[in-house]
């Protein structure tokens, strides 16, 4: 079946270091690939997302390409702020009768000043 | 645009109680979307409405769960007879079409339901 593995967390960085989240997939088809950001007490906010190979999504400082060779969704930042400190889920869909989301299990990231 | 708006925010229940939760989808979307956040889990499909249909209730468990998204008002995700491991993070996302691949889904703030 489709499904979305994310890396375990809590990923601690200091500021200013640079973050990757690994996201990968399993799906069948082409799915549309999505990073959601989610603060602390709050609902899910779009973050990024790609719909093809080799589509580079970004916003707000992040990135992630979709690569459909190593079926991977990695996101990246150069520099992380105190900010970022949020719960990260990566996601996909693959739309036909239905458009749910399939979410990996999210990866706290805690920044330090 | 006001964004996708939930109520209640918080819901405490006994054991045995209804819950229900309701959920405005944002300006001109038809598309209703609910997902559950179970404690230190990702979030999980429940069902997906368009107006006064039911598309896919695939991830909504057979019994004491029902959602409805009619004509007018809110869409509304109801839990009978609640039991403890009801008690999660119900999220509400809406869509304004259901086909095309770029097609975003925006969520609300979420309810957070507490069995006790």
Known sequence: GNSVTQMEGPVTLSE???????????????????????YPGEGLQLLLKATKADDKGSNKGFEATYRKETTSFHLEKGSVQVSDSAVYFCALRYGGATNKLIFGTGTLLAVQP | NAGVMQNPRHLVR???????????????????????QLPEEGLKFMVYLQKENIIDESGMP?????????????????????????????????????GPREETQYFGPGTRLLVL
Request: net charge positive.
């Open chain 1, 16 to 38: 200013e270091a640079f973050l990757t989240i690994n996201c990968t997939y399993t799906a069948t088809g082409y799915p549309s690939l999505f990073w959601y950001v989610q």
């Open chain 2, 14 to 36: 006994r054991r045995g109680q209804e819950a229900r939760l309701r959920c405005s989808p944002m300006k001109g979307h038809s598309h209703v979307y609910w997902y559950r």
């Open chain 2, 62 to 98: 057979k019994e004491r769960f029902s959602a409805e998204f009619p004509k007018e008002g809110p869409s509304i995700l109801r839990i009978q007879q609640v039991v403890r491991g009801d008690s999660a993070a119900y999220f509400c996302a809406s869509s304004d079409t259901g």
